[in-house]
């Protein structure tokens, strides 16, 4: 028998998964806004983001399938099939970004010789995420509640050095320089969580009690999450260039900035990889999870390498694009219709409003709404969805009194 994960493990998957360069970096996006506006954007995204992350653990946690798994509820098994493309190709990038990231953070920190090679900190970095693959989320155990309570103290201290040292000019300036409007700040907020749509039935499908698990996961997530974008605002007001190295070495954090920095790293990439290697399995079920799930971390790691990365923003808002009206369908298919068109091949009525969905939220993008663009995509593609489901029930139940 399979051995089910608990709430507390749950919870600390998701706040190791919370706390990350990623989070930083973006947090230090908002600092143009000021510290008042920053916090209300970064709290109202992660709000939105995290109702829809919640939405989607809870329909893994009561199937039992994975996030992929769970698609075939509203597409079909080979309409879902296409998701789990998507989501394997986006894990890639996703490790990619967060190990590139890492190293370069690594490596600014590290002071000189090969210590200060960016190589050299990918590849250990890729390292340690591949070990954490190979260990397995079920077999990590007190190595990772360890981990996480060493990450949480020296957060706390980042977090204690930043606003005692900054002082009044994180509370009362912001940056100089063009800030992006609040709708727009909203959004980017918003697609952090969303990110993670596509990844966290991976974890509560295996939980004792799914929907304990899911919203304690998401709570924790949410709560880590905001922490460290504020952390990234108020460092960027302290340290205007919005360097993570500077704001370490301004700090005064020294090997405990280093550690921050490589542990968050491969704590929320193994999550990445992982999943990508159940999104494998999930489109050919003779793939080990595993195995497919080093292979994710190996590419990444090579990604990271030979590839440059600066189209950090611009990725962000392509998962949202393609993931916020697939859990629009699904949440709708699932809560609302109370369909399941799991035995079907395709679902070609919800894969067209899925594509509406895409187009919508791209032409979204170029407009400026108080609430960025993933809520109102979303209202609109799960009404969209309503509509189409009555109208194909209309026309089967006329079909099938024709044919008496």
């Known amino acids: 028998m399979e051995r089910k994960t608990s709430v507390f493990e749950n919870a600390l998957i998701w706040f190791g998964a919370s706390v990350s360069i990623a989070e930083l970096l973006t947090g230090t996006s908002f600092a143009g806004l000021g510290f008042a506006k920053g916090i209300a954007s970064?709290?109202?995204?992660?709000?939105?983001?995290?109702?829809?992350?919640?939405?989607?653990?809870?329909?893994?946690?009561?199937?039992?399938?994975?996030?992929?798994?769970?698609?075939?509820?509203?597409?079909?098994?080979?309409?879902?099939?296409?998701?789990?493309?998507?989501?394997?190709?986006?894990?890639?990038?996703?490790?990619?970004?967060?190990?590139?990231?890492?190293?370069?953070?690594?490596?600014?920190?590290?002071?000189?010789?090969?210590?200060?090679?960016?190589?050299?900190?990918?590849?250990?970095?890729?390292?340690?995420?591949?070990?954490?693959?190979?260990?397995?989320v079920m077999h990590i155990g007190k190595l990772n509640v360890a981990v996480m309570a060493l990450l949480f103290v020296l957060v706390v201290v980042l977090s204690v050095v930043v606003f005692k040292?900054?002082?009044s000019s994180i509370f009362s300036g912001k940056t100089s320089g063009e800030s992006m409007s609040f709708g727009a700040a909203v959004e980017l907020a918003a697609a952090m969580p969303v990110s993670w749509l596509p990844l966290i039935s991976d974890?509560?499908?295996?939980a004792e009690k799914p929907v304990a698990a899911t919203v304690t996961s998401v709570l924790v997530y949410g709560a880590g999450s905001c922490w460290m974008f504020i952390i990234g605002m108020a460092a960027a007001m302290y340290v205007p260039s919005g360097s993570i190295a500077e704001i370490m070495l301004k700090a005064g954090l020294g090997l405990a900035g280093l550690l921050i920095v490589i542990l968050s790293t491969v704590t929320t990439t193994f999550l990445d990889a992982f999943s990508g290697g159940v999104s494998a399995a999930g489109i050919y079920d003779k793939i080990n999870e595993k195995a497919a799930a080093a292979v994710v971390t190996?590419?990444?790691?090579?990604?990271?390498?030979?590839?440059?990365?600066?189209?950090?923003?611009?990725?962000?808002?392509?998962?949202?694009?393609v993931f916020v009206?697939?859990?629009?369908?699904?949440?709708?298919?699932?809560?609302?219709?109370?369909?399941?068109?799991?035995?079907?091949?395709?679902?070609?009525?919800?894969?067209?409003?899925?594509?509406?969905?895409?187009?919508?939220?791209?032409?979204?993008?170029?407009i400026d709404t108080p609430v960025g663009n993933t809520l109102p995509v979303v209202v609109i593609v799960m009404l969209m969805c309503v509509i189409v489901n009555a109208v194909v029930k209309?026309?089967?139940g006329k079909s099938k009194k024709e044919s008496r």
């Open 42 to 136: 970064i709290l109202i995204g992660h709000v939105i983001g995290c109702v829809l992350m919640l939405l989607a653990g809870i329909i893994g946690g009561r199937t039992g399938q994975s996030a992929m798994g769970t698609a075939r509820i509203a597409f079909g098994k080979y309409g879902a099939s296409f998701f789990a493309l998507m989501n394997v190709l986006q894990l890639v990038g996703w490790t990619a970004v967060m190990t590139g990231q890492g190293a370069d953070a690594a490596a600014s920190a590290g002071g000189s010789g090969i210590f200060a090679s960016v190589s050299f900190w990918t590849v250990v970095i890729g390292i340690l995420i591949l070990a954490a693959v190979l260990i397995g």
């Open 165 to 167: 040292n900054g002082g």
């Open 203 to 206: 974890y509560t499908r295996t």
């Open 298 to 321: 190996v590419t990444g790691t090579l990604i990271a390498i030979f590839v440059p990365g600066e189209f950090y923003e611009n990725f962000l808002y392509l998962i949202s694009s």
């Open 325 to 366: 009206p697939m859990i629009a369908v699904l949440t709708a298919e699932f809560f609302i219709n109370k369909r399941d068109s799991s035995e079907m091949a395709v679902n070609w009525a919800d894969i067209a409003v899925w594509a509406a969905g895409f187009v919508i939220y791209r032409i979204f993008m170029k």
């Open 394 to 396: 209309g026309i089967n």
